[in-house]
């Protein structure tokens, strides 16, 4: 079974600019996560959800943050503009539904640098 | 809210050596509790899991107990090796309507020196 994929796995960029990763969950998982992990500090949830839909976003910073689940298999996190505080590990980590396991199965992460 | 506190590292061990990584919560409710490891370079893993009062999680040596006494679940391991190099996280999750929401501790490093 092919575990969680992520792409890029790091990203250098300049504060103001704009970056996007890209996370594909196991098959068949229907609850997707996006957490943020400052060197440090364990992750933090930014946003979950359920098949295409939000299911919590409420640490999300939405003025400059956004994802996405458009057919509810594969998403899409964005920064824009990214600020040097958002300097972090992005990670992406799924379960097959919402409350048949406990288990999050988590994708290697993008390290994201902002100068 | 959910909280979970773990013990500061860098910890330094020899191999062979006896662990305890300590973990102590702070949640509403009955949540589960978990170890997650992250090997150098590599994501997450569940290392292991306990979901009530009592139960015992163990895996690949490593064991922790859920105390709802003193709210704990601290992590151990008789003989440590090289190979348990890495952060381990405690975590707690606490079941909504859409989902599972994990709360991680800061993480503790460990290494395993010969």
């Known amino acids: 079974e092919a575990g969680v994929a992520q792409s890029p796995r790091y990203k250098i960029i300049e504060k103001r600019q704009s970056v996007a990763f890209w996370c594909n969950p196991i098959s068949g998982h229907a609850t997707l996560y996006w957490y943020q992990q400052i060197l440090g500090q364990g992750p933090k949830l930014l946003i979950q959800?359920?098949?295409?839909?939000?299911?919590?976003d409420s640490q999300l910073p939405k003025d400059r943050f956004s994802a996405e689940r458009l057919k509810g298999v594969d998403s899409t996190l964005k920064i824009q503009p990214a600020k040097l505080e958002d300097s972090a590990v992005y990670l992406c980590?799924?379960?097959?539904?919402?409350?048949?396991?406990?288990?999050?199965?988590f994708g290697p992460g993008t390290r994201l640098t902002v100068t | 809210g959910n909280s979970v506190t773990q013990m500061e590292g860098p910890v330094t061990l020899s191999e062979e050596a006896f662990l305890t990584i300590n973990c102590t919560y702070t949640?509403?409710?009955?949540?589960?509790l978990f170890w997650y490891v992250q090997y150098p370079g590599e994501g997450l893993q569940l290392l292991l899991k306990?979901?009530?009062?009592?139960d015992k999680g163990s895996n690949k040596g490593f064991e922790a107990t859920y105390r709802k006494e003193t709210t704990s679940f601290h992590l151990e391991k008789g003989s440590v090796q090289v190979s348990d190099s890495a952060v381990y996280f405690c975590a707690l999750t606490r079941l909504t309507g859409g989902g599972n929401k994990l709360t991680f501790g800061t993480g503790t490093q460990l290494k395993v020196e010969l």
């Open positions: 959800f359920q098949n295409n839909g939000v299911v919590d």
């Open positions: 980590a799924s379960t097959p539904t919402a409350t048949s396991s406990y288990e999050q199965y």
């Open positions: 306990a979901t009530k009062a009592d």
């Open positions: 949640a509403t409710g009955y949540p589960s």
